[in-house]
């Protein structure tokens, strides 16, 4: 197993350009989530998906988009792109059901918004 | 948003010491998990605990799920250099909207040689 994987690593971008951050997960979870990591303030969620064709904003929502096509995948779009998105993006996966979960974290896209 | 409060911030210790760091919350969670992420990656699942006293090791390290619920420690013993790292804590429950993981700030650990 691969676990979570994201690509890209790393992505330098202009105030206003559009990109999509690709994560993809193959232990078959249900749950799928997406995160911001910035200094001092640990990680926030920004959207997260159930399950295909559900998804739900997060506590920090605005400024991205989220869809869930398939189990396995969960894009992040940033539609224009603000200096204030700068940060370390992670996705995480795992599985539904029962009342006790445990998440997995992909490597992580580094993002610098100029 | 709602956060843990994770203590301390940041620790400096001689390798071979032995290290405490603890999670809180006002919150009741049903499972507590700790991470370690180093630089340039993701974090890094260490031990999930899923039941209120629980004690659960993981080599050198050992976790507790706190008895109210609230809280949880993980200990680290014979600190070596690979240690050095940000250890974050969550909480996961479930609410009104669905599962809610909640993340503290991290404790960031220097080991000295």
């Known amino acids: 197993n691969a676990g979570v994987t994201q690509t890209p690593k790393f992505q330098v971008l202009k105030t206003g350009q559009s990109m999509t951050l690709q994560c993809a997960q193959d232990?078959?979870?249900?749950?799928m989530s997406w995160y911001r990591q910035d200094p001092g303030m640990g990680l926030r969620l920004i959207h997260y998906s159930v399950g295909a064709g559900i998804t739900d904003q997060g506590e920090v929502p605005n400024g991205y988009n989220v869809s869930r096509s398939t189990t396995e995948d969960f894009p992040l779009r940033l539609l224009s792109a603000a200096p204030s998105q700068t940060s370390v993006y992670f996705c995480?996966?795992?599985?539904?059901?029962?009342?006790?979960?445990?998440?997995?974290f992909g490597p992580g896209t580094r993002l610098l918004v100029l | 948003g709602q956060q843990l409060n994770q203590s301390p911030q940041s620790m400096f210790i001689q390798e071979g010491e032995d290290v405490s760091m603890n999670c809180t919350s006002s919150?009741?969670?049903?499972?507590w998990l700790w991470y370690k992420q180093e630089p340039g990656e993701g974090p890094v699942l260490l031990i999930a605990l899923y039941k209120a006293g629980e004690l659960t090791s993981n080599g050198r390290l050992t976790a507790q799920f706190g008895i109210t619920r609230k809280d949880s420690f993980l200990n680290i013993s014979a600190s070596i250099p690979s240690d050095v790292g940000i250890y974050f804590c969550?909480?996961?429950?479930?609410?009104?909207?669905?599962?809610?993981?909640?993340f503290g700030p991290g404790t960031r650990l220097s080991v000295l040689p």
């Open positions: 232990m078959n979870h249900e749950y």
């Open positions: 969550a909480g996961q429950a479930w609410d009104n909207y669905g599962q809610n993981f909640v």
């Open positions: 995480a996966s795992n599985q539904a059901g029962g009342s006790s979960e445990t998440q997995y």
């Open positions: 919150s009741i969670f049903n499972t």
